[in-house]
């Protein structure tokens, strides 16, 4: 049995799509899954449900629903995965590798420890790995309640951190070039997260091209102004001034976390 949240929710054994239709029993899964390993009570299932409208029905309806999703993974040939009822609510036990949210955070996890040691490829290759296990935005096909929200908000932070950190990796290796389509695109995505802006000023300067590196600052600024009423950080002001006056820019100043030589970043020739 393996699940997919980072994407469409898909449930699969072996080849076999077991994943439920009804859409309150792939809700409850959904919550069950985004806390395995954890116990969600019945007043957590309730809420997430029907929110502050929950029929009087409700305690029966949730048992059904459980009793539907225990059946479904009873009836696979090699679970991996089983529902647990405790006092006060339920755990969804999932076995190593059966659950794409766990492989994300395993690889991220692992490419941190690379970037402690300076290992700046490995650390790009597991995070490509991590992130290609998203196929769209997670749970994209469920219907959420207040519960799957706020867990699917920090889901999509942790995302954004992992991307963020792919890209720090990359330019720290010199690809450059190859991440400049990409971060055109995560700029205007989010037009004021200013190290998304930093990231898309060096990857332009070390290729070469300044001006645009600094018309990337300047419709930062213009933004921050305009929707925040703020000015860019002293961060990136000083990159902004490095860039204007073609000074050597050490890469570990404008990137965050260790990097084993920092490496100074000229205009490419």
């Known amino acids: 049995m393996y699940a997919r ?25 959904s919550l069950l899954l985004v806390h395995a390993g954890q ?13 502050d409208a929950p029929p009087n029905s409700a305690h029966s ?23 647990e009822t405790r006092d ?33 490829a490995h650390e790009s290759e597991l995070l490509h790995r991590a992130l290609g296990l998203w196929t769209g ?23 954004l951190a992992a991307l963020e950190q792919r890209i720090d990796a990359d330019l720290r290796i010199g690809r450059h070039h190859q991440v400049i389509g990409e971060l055109s695109v995560l700029t205007r995505q989010y037009p004021t997260y200013e190290n998304l802006h930093a990231q898309a000023m060096i990857a332009l300067y070390r290729s070469g091209r300044t001006a645009d590196a600094l018309e990337v600052f300047a419709r930062l600024r213009r933004t921050l102004r305009t929707e925040l009423g703020l000015e860019p950080s002293a961060r990136m002001r000083e990159l902004h001034a490095d860039l204007l006056n073609s000074a050597p820019i050490a890469e570990s100043v404008y990137l965050p976390g260790p990097v084993s030589t920092p490496v100074p970043l000229r205009p490419a020739g």
């Not at 076999?16 to 899964?29: E, S, Y």
């Open 5 to 29: 949240i980072l994407g469409p929710l898909t449930l699969t054994d072996g080849l076999r799509n077991v994943t439920p239709r009804a859409p309150k029993q792939r809700q409850l899964l």
């Open 39 to 51: 116990v969600v009570t019945v007043d957590e299932c309730v809420d997430e449900l029907w929110a």
């Open 88 to 120: 006060r609510g339920y755990l969804l036990a999932v076995g190593p590798g059966r659950l794409d949210q766990h492989q994300f955070e395993e690889l991220v996890e692992r490419a941190s420890l690379a970037r402690d040691a300076g290992e700046h």
């Open 61 to 83: 309806t949730l048992q059904t629903y459980v009793m539907q999703i225990r059946k479904t993974l009873r009836g696979a040939a090699s679970a991996g995965m089983h529902l």
């Open 137 to 159: 935005k997670a749970l994209a096909d469920v219907t959420c309640g207040p519960l799957l929200r706020t867990r699917l908000s920090g889901l999509r932070e942790t995302r």
